[in-house]
């Protein structure tokens, strides 16, 4: 099963913003410590509790819709590319322990 989240890339113009954006979509908890490490412990663990208000349900991808990823290539190309990079690593996280990959990302830039 696939479920997307849309980030609208026009919001984010640095990592304040970028945090700003993916918390929102995703209700990161509280303690969200508003770097990448967090980051992509957040979305490593989107299918168990406590990582965030929303919940990945068991054998769901989760799509990341970047739209106007293309004026984030512009305007912030590092993070544009350590998005795709962290995405992948959470992927890559999981396949580690046993489990199956939860992230795909969905742009075009």
Not at 4 to 28: N, P, R, S
Not at 40 to 51: A, K, Q, R, Y
Not at 53 to 64: N, R, S, T, Y
Request: charged share 25%.
């Amino acid at each position: 099963m696939l479920r997307k989240v849309a980030i609208d890339c026009l919001a984010i113009q640095d990592w304040e913003t970028f945090h700003d954006a993916f918390e929102q979509a995703f209700g990161f908890p509280g303690w969200y410590g508003r770097n990448l490490n967090a980051w992509i412990d957040c979305m490593t663990h989107l299918d168990e509790d406590g990582m965030s208000d929303f919940k990945a349900l068991p054998d769901e991808i989760v799509i990341l819709e970047l739209s106007n990823a293309n004026e984030l290539k512009r305007i912030a190309p590092d993070i544009l590319t350590a998005t795709l990079e962290m995405t992948a690593f959470c992927n890559w996280r999981r396949a580690e322990r046993g489990d199956p990959p939860l992230l795909l990302v969905s742009c075009y830039a």
